[in-house]
């Protein structure tokens, strides 16, 4: 019998402590799906997915970043119209100002109450439930 499993992947919620209101980083996407997104990607085989965190942000940002906590994972089977995939979301901190490189177009710092609606994935999911956390102390509940 062959399993067919998710593909584990990373997002990393960066807040620039450098800056007033601690703005978030997101990455306008240049390939399919297009639109902003948090920073991220997949996990390679081998790496555990804190250095996948830690890999992807430098590869998208250009910044070094401090993992702070595991916020939550998210794994709806439709969350990636790709394919099926789960993701293991950080918050984390950095200062400096951040460069779009990798399958970065651009690169922009968002206010929580500015954040663009052409949000790829569920992005728009996990910043609700991360603005939810940060204003209000209150994690996400389970999705099952």
């Known amino acids: 019998m062959t399993y067919r ?3 584990p992947t990373v997002d990393i919620i960066i807040e ?7 703005p978030i980083i997101l990455i306008e996407r240049k390939n399919t799906p297009y639109g902003w997104a948090i ?18 942000a430098k590869e998208e940002t250009s910044l070094d970043v401090e993992l702070i906590e595991q916020f939550q994972v998210y794994s709806d089977p439709q969350r990636d119209p ?3 995939t789960l993701s ?6 950095a200062t400096g100002k951040p460069q779009a490189a990798d399958d970065a177009k651009s690169i922009a710092v968002f ?3 500015e954040i663009p609606s052409n949000l790829c994935f569920d992005h728009d999911k ?3 439930d991360y ?7 209150i994690r996400p509940r389970l999705a099952y």
């Open 82 to 84: 790709r394919q099926h």
């Open 39 to 56: 920073p991220g990607g997949f996990v390679d085989y081998g790496e555990a997915v804190e250095t996948a965190a830690l890999r992807e």
């Open 126 to 128: 996990i910043l609700s």
């Open 131 to 137: 603005r939810t956390y940060r204003n209000y102390n």
């Open 111 to 113: 206010h929580l109450w």
């Open 5 to 7: 499993n998710p593909t």
């Open 88 to 93: 293991v979301v950080f918050i984390a901190t």
């Open 16 to 22: 620039l402590i450098d800056q007033p209101h601690r």
